[in-house]
């Protein structure tokens, strides 16, 4: 079973405010993504990391933010919640030239 | 741009029946190809990996197919159960290492 952890699991939370959800993983892996899936729709790619200081946009443009300091840790920052941005957000990680990516239970974000 | 397209979009099936799902995608440059299952509410649990120079891939009732050259991948099922209700999806994985996921197939395997 892949070790990768997502917090918190469920957050509603008004408009305006600051969120930071989390993803920590435990293997090693040193790539890391997020993805954005609204309700009954396929996931989008929106950051991703090849490493610690190594951060992309994906394929999906979106107005959250991420970091890399740690290889265990990859936070998404929404700096101004919107209800725009209500959603599931999930993470996964790959170890570099495996390619198999390992995802975590998703945290759905709702923004009144 | 990756496409990937996966059909039926939802099944239906009694218990014991095996089933194929079915996956293409638009460009043959992959890395390999991943079938998950997502539960309502969920994140993604994996369920095989194939290779872009493998055909095939098997897990205990699962087998997957893959097609390189013409787009296409196949999960089949066999001896369907009521815990294999799911979402099923398909991703392939370009350049980058990125993913690419179908909008899935809803599957009910009802008693």
């Known amino acids: 079973e892949a070790d990768i952890y997502q917090t918190p699991r469920y957050l509603v939370i008004g408009t305006g405010k600051k969120i930071t959800l989390e993803c920590s993983q435990t293997m090693g892996h040193d790539k890391m993504y997020w993805y954005q899936q609204d309700p009954g729709m396929e996931l989008h790619l929106i950051h991703y990391s090849y490493g610690v200081n190594s951060t992309e946009k994906g394929d999906l443009s979106s107005e959250s933010t991420v970091s890399r300091i740690r290889t265990e840790h990859f936070p998404l920052t929404l700096e101004s919640a919107r209800p725009s941005h209500t959603s599931q957000y999930l993470c996964?990680?790959?170890?570099?030239?495996?390619?198999?990516?390992?995802f975590g239970p998703g945290t759905r974000l709702t923004v009144t | 741009k990756q496409e990937v397209t996966q059909i039926p979009a939802a099944l239906s099936v009694p218990e014991g029946e095996n089933l194929v799902l079915n996956c293409s995608f638009t460009d043959s440059a992959i890395y390999n190809l991943q079938w998950f299952r997502q539960d309502p509410g969920k994140g993604l649990t994996s369920l095989l990996l194939?290779?872009?120079?493998?055909r095939e891939q098997t897990s205990g009732r699962l087998n997957a197919s893959l097609d390189k050259s013409s787009g296409r991948s196949t999960l089949y099922i066999a001896a369907s159960q009521p815990g294999d209700s799911a979402t099923y999806l398909c991703a392939v994985t370009g350049t980058a290492s990125k993913l690419t996921f179908g909008t899935g197939t809803r599957l009910q395997v009802t008693l």
């Open positions: 194939i290779q872009s120079s493998q």
């Open positions: 996964a990680s790959s170890l570099q030239g495996v390619n198999e990516q390992y």
